[in-house]
């Protein structure tokens, strides 16, 4: 692993925008440059310290997926090498962590699906048994498997901001009723699939983020990032127990520090103590081991 990246700093390339964990660049008119840094969000807050090792994990994780998914839905990936495409100086800032894709319109909406009923999903389904317009049976208990996956979108908020639920209609609304059905049912084919393949190797992802664009012709792309411990609850299998919320391999554990800490949950973010560090790269290492190994 490389030392730390907080933000990088191409000089070779126009920056687009900073997100919350990436940083995007032009690469001509019809291809964007994406480096993964190692910042983390919680609560839709970046937190000071980066994670070590972070990007580079989310990399090679999300390029494993967009390869075993491709023949769901086409992807944003060029197989076009970062190193190409920046100064000869900067080339150690993008390896590892890095990929080139095509530059698509993004929907404005975030393709949620939950196999398992926990986080804001748990919240819901406590005050009207419901999650996102969705009716579900009675009685069920925190982190118990759904009877069915189901598509549970958001919106799409600006940095700083936080997400909200949406139903399918509203889903409709913003998008249209044609394209709405092709992203619920894609969304629920690469949750479904990657769910088996997670849990024979001992991980059940709970829910997971996905997002989609669009090319110049209207055709359907899945773009970001993929099933990684930062869009995804990964829990490992055999310290599941339905009532109780499981162990994870993803920013939950920083979730939870950080909810016994007196924190509003608005900028500045915490700085988190060496030891919840550690942890946090370690347990992301761990699924990128376990999944692709």
């Given at each position: ?132 317009g969705i009716t579900l049976p009675a ?19 600006e940095l700083g901001t936080h997400d ?45 983020k996905f997002e989609f664009g669009l ?79």
């Amino acid at each position: 692993m490389s030392q730390p990246l907080f933000e990088s700093s191409l000089a070779s390339l126009p920056l687009v925008a900073r997100g919350k964990v990436r940083d995007i660049y032009a690469v001509g008119e019809d291809k964007l440059l994406i480096v993964t840094t190692d910042r983390l969000s919680a609560f839709d807050v970046v937190l000071p310290d980066p994670i070590p090792g972070k990007g580079e994990v989310l990399t090679a994780l999300a390029n494993f997926w967009f390869e075993k998914l491709a023949h769901i839905i086409p992807n944003q990936l060029t197989g076009i090498d970062p190193e190409a495409v920046v100064a000869p100086a900067e080339r150690d800032e993008v390896r590892g962590r890095a990929i080139v894709v095509k530059r698509m319109k993004p929907l404005p909406i975030e393709a949620v699906v939950r196999g398992y009923l926990i986080g804001s999903g748990w919240k819901d389904y406590q005050a009207t048994g419901k999650i996102c317009g969705i009716t579900l049976p009675a009685g069920l208990r925190l982190a118990e498997q759904l009877p069915e996956p189901l598509f549970t979108p958001s919106t799409k908020a600006e940095l700083g901001t936080h997400d909200e639920n949406i139903d399918f209609a509203t889903v409709e609304k913003l998008i249209g009723a044609a394209l709405a059905a092709q992203v619920r049912e894609a969304a629920l084919r690469l949750y479904t699939e990657a769910a088996e393949y997670a849990r024979s190797r001992g991980i059940i992802i709970a829910d997971t983020k996905f997002e989609f664009g669009l090319d110049g012709a209207g055709r359907l792309y899945l773009i970001d990032e993929v099933l990684t411990p930062d869009s995804s609850r990964f829990w490992p299998a055999d310290g599941y127990e339905v009532g109780k919320s499981p162990p994870s391999f993803d920013k939950q554990f920083v979730r939870d520090y950080l909810e016994t800490l007196p924190w509003n949950k608005q900028a500045p973010g915490p700085r988190l103590p060496a030891e919840i560090i550690e942890k946090t790269a370690a347990k992301y290492r761990e699924a990128l081991d376990r999944l692709t190994r």
